[in-house]
């Protein structure tokens, strides 16, 4: 039986071998004209097993590819083997990204198999944790490239970038550091007053600011802010492949747009880090003259005696070490985003959550090695 449809570009001859429908296609497949129907084609048949050849296409575009993409959403619906030997492999290879692109995972469901499902997840960590340490495996060559060669180092994007997160970025700090020392003044003096100790509470909010709150303050501040503006500028880069150009030419994005940002971040944490602690203590000293009536001269002895060299550079170190992990995180997230504006979107909003995680890790570990060593 031979049953045949055609089209001024595209042509289909069907017809039965051994009880396997054998789809012969030829002609010229461009997307701009129309292509054979496969449901048309079909009819009335259900056979269950289906081969596909192009021996007598002459030209073919993402037409084909989707006339090959029914055939094969209707042979997994209908249970039918479908066979594509036949066809080159560049057709066969869109074919399974396209078919890659419908699948949906299925919902969780205990009942069906809960051990695989933890399976899956635990691959699914492995392999992330895996993408991270391979990123700051090139994040290290990178820089170790740079110590080498810093002539081939673009200090103006550097530059530009350190203006975004450091003076940019000096309102919301300000604000929130002030804001954030006034609070732990206002409850530090509800304790203190009962034992007639109100002017420990420069000592609770100096040191509070300088070895904890302004670094941490600043980080998270700056993983919504700047992390987030990472990830959704390297994100609509690859959607638009703009990253793909770059590794065309030889450049590595790594290079090209991790490494400024994550130098801009790790130098201007520091400085806004100084600056979070200078309005902490403010915020302190204004509590401390208006509910606590101490002279801001007192004020500021306490807190000079109370905090030393020590404490601060404990602070600025933590403050360093964030920025890197802000900037690393936001640029990973942008670089592992799908193509898409949905993607970049969560690949943004992955970048803040991953960011404050890690941070108030990194925390503990300091916290940990700084108790070790009694600093």
Not at 17 to 22: A, C, S
Not at 132 to 139: D, L, N, P, S, V
Not at 350 to 356: G, L
Request: hydrophobic share 50%.
């Amino acid at each position: 039986m031979s049953v045949s449809e055609e089209t001024p570009t595209a042509q289909v001859n069907a017809r039965i071998e051994d009880g396997r429908l054998v789809l012969e296609l030829a002609g010229v497949w461009q997307i701009t004209a129309p292509r054979p129907s496969w449901k048309r084609l079909l009819g009335t048949q259900r056979p269950t097993r289906v081969q596909l050849a192009m021996g007598g296409v002459s030209r073919w575009d993402s037409s084909l590819v989707l006339f090959v993409h029914d055939v094969r959403r209707w042979c997994t619906e209908a249970g039918a083997h479908l066979e594509l030997d036949a066809l080159l492999p560049e057709v066969r290879r869109l074919a399974d990204q396209l078919a890659g692109a419908y699948l949906t995972r299925p919902p969780f469901h205990r009942s069906i198999n809960f051990l695989a499902d933890v399976g899956a997840a635990t691959e699914e960590v492995v392999g992330k944790t895996r993408g991270f340490a391979r990123f700051i495996g090139e994040c290290t060559l990178a820089a170790v490239r740079l110590v080498k060669q810093p002539q081939k180092f673009r200090w103006r994007d550097c530059f530009i970038e350190m203006q975004e997160c450091g003076a940019m970025a000096l309102p919301i700090v300000g604000l929130n550091s002030f804001l954030v020392g006034l609070t732990l003044a206002y409850t530090g003096a509800i304790i203190l007053r009962q034992f007639g100790a109100d002017i420990w509470v420069a000592d609770l909010v100096g040191l509070s600011s300088v070895r904890e709150m302004g670094a941490i303050m600043t980080a998270v501040v700056l993983a919504g802010r700047t992390g987030a503006a990472f990830a959704a500028e390297l994100g609509n880069m690859k959607t638009g492949e703009e990253i793909d150009a770059l590794e065309t030419l030889g450049i590595r994005p790594v290079d090209f747009l991790v490494i400024p940002r994550m130098i801009a971040l790790a130098v201007m944490m520091p400085l806004l880090a100084l600056y979070a602690n200078c309005l902490g203590i403010l915020g302190g000293m204004a509590v401390a003259a208006g509910l606590l009536s101490i002279p801001p001269s007192a004020y500021w002895v306490e807190t000079v005696a109370s905090i030393g060299l020590t404490d601060i550079n404990a602070g600025l170190i933590k403050a360093c070490v964030f920025g890197l992990i802000v900037g690393m995180t936001g640029c990973l997230r942008g670089l592992q985003a799908e193509r898409s504006a949905a993607g970049v979107g969560r690949a943004a909003t992955s970048a803040v959550v991953t960011a404050i995680l890690l941070i108030i890790i990194a925390d503990a570990v300091f916290a940990v090695v700084f108790n070790i060593l009694h600093i």
